[in-house]
């Protein structure tokens, strides 16, 4: 960019951060004027880029350009789309973060192209695999799809976008692009039914009655004629010489069947469209004879179903267009859908995405409607989240290279934003509250409330509240905003029935009992009937910006400004007064005043000293420290004021643009002095031949390295095939090495193949005919390896192993093949190797002690406990009180369940003076306790494992019942037949079944234990 500024009187600045007169607008246009003769049509204001349309083709969009632009760094070639795209592909690759880049301009301005050079650079620039190249193609042909649905020709462009659209495209961490998704913003509906003379309806229609083959507008009903239907030429221009409907057409079909619409979708999708122009179309009003100003709308659906229904004029009219404005919002929003489909992503690893959000501008009418509110009102939140997202870069950036931040005087259009959105007070509130009162509510009601709500705001005024100047401007139901970018004035005709966009009852009912399946998609039975308003139109597009304002607020933002030069789309015209109103209603002059508030220039120290350091004679002809002290010498040098620049971490900092203006015609001069054309071609002798030097001497003691590795090679090779020829004589010189190499390679397949257990009985590999000797000594060592592990494993088997092994054999004894959670208690590490002895002895009487809960009898309650065995009797004890003691005589049995549960029932034998019953308990040492009391007290016989239920005696007399079931869920409840349920989950182990036998037994036969180790597991 530094290069261009020798031309700067010629063509201006690349980036107008450079301006002199930062402040003056003239100033900002003759430089763009003076770039849009030369054809040089981008601009930067920082990384804003500023594109202006050129109304002709350009030869700067082709591969060998976006080769050019192609990891280069964003300032160093001319201003383009390209750079733009290239640098926000770059920046997110290496901070591995999101970024969106935001196209706005006014209709003709180039928005659309814009966007789709955006894509068709990502295209060519990521990878390509067929996967990709698949996902490549649907991303490029949404757009010819959404175009056709979603544009038409207006007064100002042909190819009008008329609904804002944001895409993202997501990129794997191999920087492909592998998926996307696309989010759409208020359609303009009322073009189905409504066309200004000079535009035209949607381009699908028009490509549909032009393009389509004589079978479908026959299966379709149509004719191909535009003249024959009234909704096609209201504007009075079915033909434009700029646009080929019949070939757009194959265009749409094709890119369809890529997206992958089935062919039955897109049948059924063009009738379902021509529904929506043919609630008009075909439709005829006659005047009833008796009914006295009634009238009979006839509608024809489908060449066949026919529907008659009384209405008065106006408002069959009304519920005609409304049903042709509601078919063709809600099929253009399935259609987005469709697409999202086939462009989504179904690995669910994580993404970059850089989004495209192509939205309308800032609009200016000689009447402004609805429409237009709603658009400037976006260009509001817009231009707020625009300052917001700026003033932050700058200031990160400042903070990052240690600069102080020196606050910025900027006008802050919260005022007009809350003016237009504040709950219960702002202007949308109003409309909502005119739209959903019972009575007479109309546009003028809704300017009056208007009055009476707004009166005295600044940013506000209508013809009542104006003074007599500005009255004359303006006429009785009209209002208007003082916005950002300047004064709107709205009329309210429409307001009211714009926002409602009702669709009567019936009508929905006909659409729901349709046999296409579309139609049922797009009113489907769950929406919410009259009973329940829906939201207004403008309520909805409130909620859509705020989601789109969080979702841009989370990813980094890029900018570019698209500026439309003329009204007639002529080429090499640059009308004065039309781009003045752009570059104020875009906020170019508010952008720019940020990024001029501090430095004007700002480059990294390697760059910078790299183009200027022949300036310096100590920092040429190489300078030999670190980049940041070279470029100090060199501005000190130089003569740079303290004022004019500062230090950052990694880059300097230009105040002013006429300090860089100076050091750059000083390089030129410089080049000069050095020797012109003559040091230059020295210069470049000298790298070149130094180069081609250091080039020959790598390549030399490469070709050497390969030359004896091959010669090496080569006398392996000879030696292993005259070894293996006399392989069967006598061991000599020729042979020795192979033979070697075979008795090695027997050796090294012996050694995988050695048995692994006791169980392993795999034979040995045969040995090779050289080794025969060894053949009949290969049993001999076979058993010799299989003794040698007997003993090996025999040693491991100490005294403590044997005890755990004993516990083990018991425990397996009793549950191995009964209860199911019992695979899960072994642990194939103890299947292999020995236990580890216990490190302590227990000593007492205490033999075993575990936490548990008891639940009681009646009431099934849960309580903590803790289980105690000493060698003569079972105790539940509760903290240090002993609340229940069981003798190993009056112990009749224990019973647990075949499942994966941790319950045990403890049978018991009535004593006469207390008259207690069974115990119910619950333990997730399931198996670990009952081996401890079957060796303890003998009583492996007692226990039982059963199925389905369990009986257990209350007291005397009287007994309950424990269900044991499998669920989907675990639960441990009261049943309603006063029996305890507990269900277990299907295939879930429990903690008991879970927990290592290995540690379960170690506590087995570590016992007993002293108190303290019992509190400690307790808690």
């Not at 237009?372 to 700026?390: A, D, P, S, V």
């Not at 007993?1008 to 180790?1013: D, I, L």
Request: aromatic share 10%; hydrophobic share 35%; glycine share 6%.
């Amino acid at each position: 960019m530094e290069g261009a500024l020798t031309a700067r009187d010629r063509v201006g600045v690349q980036d107008l951060v450079l301006l002199e007169a930062h402040t003056s607008e003239t100033a900002l246009l003759d430089n763009l004027r003076k770039r849009f003769h030369e054809n040089l049509i981008y601009t930067y204001i920082g990384t804003l880029l500023v594109s202006l349309n050129p109304y002709k083709e350009l030869d700067t969009y082709s591969k060998k350009h976006m080769d050019t632009y192609m990891g280069v760094n964003f300032f160093e070639l001319p201003p383009h789309i390209y750079a733009l795209a290239d640098n926000v592909f770059r920046t997110m690759l290496s901070e591995f973060n999101n970024h969106f880049i935001l196209i706005s301009g006014e209709s003709g301005a180039g928005k659309t192209e814009t966007s789709k050079k955006v894509l068709q650079y990502y295209a060519v620039s990521c990878p390509n695999t067929s996967l990709l190249d698949n996902v490549r193609d649907r991303l490029l042909l949404s757009n010819p799809v959404l175009e056709a649905f979603g544009n038409a020709k207006t007064l100002k462009n042909d190819n009008s976008s008329r609904f804002g659209k944001y895409m993202d495209i997501q990129f794997d961490h191999q920087v492909g692009a592998v998926g996307g998704h696309i989010l759409s913003y208020l359609l303009e509906k009322s073009r189905v039914v409504h066309q200004n003379h000079g535009e035209r309806n949607f381009h699908i229609f028009y490509q549909l009655v032009a393009g389509g083959d004589d079978e479908l507008l026959r299966w379709l009903g149509l004719e191909r004629n535009c003249q024959n239907y009234s909704y096609l030429v209201q504007g009075d221009c079915a033909k434009v010489t700029s646009i080929n409907d019949k070939s757009n057409w194959k265009i749409v079909r094709s890119a369809l069947s890529i997206i992958e619409f089935s062919e039955k979708d897109v049948e059924v999708m063009f009738c379902f469209k021509l529904i929506s122009a043919a609630t008009g179309i075909n439709s005829q009003e006659d005047r009833s004879q008796n009914g006295g100003g009634a009238a009979t709308t006839t509608t024809r659906f489908k060449r066949c179903l026919q529907v008659y229904s009384p209405f008065a004029v106006d408002h069959a009219l009304y519920a005609r267009d409304a049903l042709a404005k509601a078919i063709y919002g809600r099929t253009f929003n399935w259609l987005v859908n469709k697409v999202n489909e086939s462009l989504a992503n179904k690995d669910s690893s994580r993404k970059t995405v850089i989004g495209l959000l192509d939205i309308y501008g800032f609009e200016v009418f000689h009447v402004n409607s609805f429409e237009q509110f709603c658009i400037n009102y976006c260009n509001e939140k817009l231009q707020q989240l625009f300052i917001q997202l700026t003033l932050k870069s700058e200031q990160e950036e400042y903070q990052m290279e240690g600069i102080e931040w020196e606050p910025v005087p900027y006008f802050n259009n919260k005022i007009i934003c809350d003016l237009v959105e504040e709950k219960h007070r702002g202007i949308i509130s109003v409309l909502d509250e005119e739209c959903l009162r019972p009575g007479e509510a109309t546009d003028l009601t809704f300017l009056e409330k208007l009055e009476e709500k707004m009166g005295g705001h600044p940013h506000f005024v209508t013809h009542k509240l104006a003074d007599q100047k500005t009255r004359k401007t303006m006429q009785r139901g009209d209002f208007r905003l003082l916005h950002y970018a300047g004064e709107v004035t709205y009329c309210v005709v429409g307001f009211l029935d714009k926002n409602n966009d009702l669709l009567y009852r019936n009508v929905k009912e006909v659409m729901r009992q349709s046999k296409n399946t579309i139609i049922k998609h797009c009113f489907p039975y769950t929406e919410p009937d009259s009973k329940k308003r829906p939201e207004t139109v403008v309520t909805q597009f409130k909620g859509s910006l705020a989601g789109l304002t969080d979702v841009l607020m989370s990813k980094e933002p890029w900018y570019v400004r698209c500026i439309k030069p003329n009204d007639g789309k002529k080429a090499g015209r640059f009308d004065d007064v039309l781009v003045r109103h752009q570059v104020k209603y875009l906020g170019l002059m508010e952008h720019l005043r940020v990024r001029r508030a501090g430095f004007a220039y700002r480059r990294k120290y390697d760059i910078f000293l790299a183009r200027y350091k022949p300036l310096c004679p100590s920092t040429w002809p190489k300078w030999k420290g670190s980049a940041s002290e070279g470029v100090l010498c060199l501005v000190k040098h130089l003569g740079y004021k303290p004022n004019e620049y500062k230090m950052g971490r990694t880059k300097i900092f230009i105040r002013h643009p006429k300090t860089l203006f100076a050091t750059e015609d000083a390089f030129e001069l410089c080049k000069h002095d050095l020797g012109g054309l003559s040091f230059c071609l020295f210069i470049k002798a000298i790298n070149t031949d130094f180069y081609s030097y250091k080039t020959n001497c790598w390549r030399g003691m490469m070709a050497r390295k390969e030359r004896d590795k091959r010669a090496w090679a080569v006398k392996v090779i000879k030696r292993f095939i005259k070894g293996f020829m006399m392989r069967n004589q006598p061991a000599c010189s020729d042979n020795t090495e192979y033979l070697a190499f075979v008795r090695q390679n027997y050796l090294t397949r012996l050694k995988g193949n050695l048995p692994k257990t006791l169980l392993d009985k795999n034979s040995w590999p045969t040995p090779p005919p050289i080794m025969q000797e060894v053949r009949g000594t290969l049993p001999f060592y076979l058993r010799f390896y299989y003794t040698s592990m007997v003993l090996r494993n025999s040693l491991l088997v100490v005294e403590d192993s044997q005890i755990y092994l004993q516990f083990k054999a018991l425990t397996s004894s009793m549950f191995k093949g009964k209860k199911e959670n019992y695979p899960f208690s072994l642990s194939p590490h103890h299947r292999l190797t020995p236990l580890t002895p216990s490190p302590w002895q227990p000593s007492g009487s205490l033999q075993y002690s575990v936490p548990l809960v008891k639940y009681d009898r009646n009431g099934f309650r849960p309580r903590l406990r803790q289980l105690i065995l000493t060698q003569a009797a079972v105790y539940l004890v509760e903290e240090a009180k002993i609340k229940q003691r069981i003798d190993f005589n009056s112990l009749k049995g224990v019973s647990v369940s075949n499942l994966s549960d941790n319950f045990l029932i403890v049978h018991v034998v009535y004593d006469e003076t207390k008259q207690k019953g069974d115990l119910i308990l619950q333990c997730d040492y399931l198996f670990e306790a009952l081996t401890k009391l079957s060796h303890i007290g003998n009583k492996e016989s007692c226990i039982k494992v059963v199925q389905g239920s369990v009986r257990f005696d209350i007291q005397p007399g009287r007994e309950g019942f424990i269900d044991f079931k499998s669920g989907q869920e675990s639960m441990i409840y009261r049943s309603k037949n006063g029996h305890l349920m507990v269900v277990r989950m299907n295939g879930e182990s429990h903690h008991s079944s879970c927990t290592p036998i290995r540690r379960g037994i170690s506590k087995l036969i570590d016992s007993p234990v002293s108190q303290e180790s019992t509190r400690t597991r307790s808690r």
